[in-house]
């Protein structure tokens, strides 16, 4: 959860290659998440993939046009198998 004007220090989530981030916007606003140098504005029920070992940061909406950003994070590995 994000209120209006928040936003977090550029991160990684998990150094290991094979592990993977996953953003599921609970609802729309205009803040979202910037992937690299790439900002991707929060849609409802839109999901965002990325490798963990990205640099990333979210970002809250503005207070002018949303009260807050709602969104379910989760990171997950993949087998080589």
């Known amino acids: 959860m994000y209120l ?7 991160h990684v989530d ?3 290659d094979n592990s993977y ?20 504005k ?3 029920s839109e999901l965002k993939l990325f490798k963990s070992n990205t ?4 970002v809250g909406p503005n207070p002018k046009t949303s009260t807050v950003r709602f969104n379910l994070n989760f990171i997950f590995l993949k087998d080589d198998e």
């Open 4 to 10: 209006p004007g928040q936003e977090t220090n550029k």
């Open 14 to 16: 998990n150094d290991f």
């Open 21 to 40: 981030s996953a953003i599921y916007n609970l609802n729309t606003t205009d803040g979202g998440i910037l992937i690299g140098d790439q900002f991707y």
């Open 42 to 44: 929060d849609e409802e």
């Open 55 to 58: 640099l990333h940061k979210g």
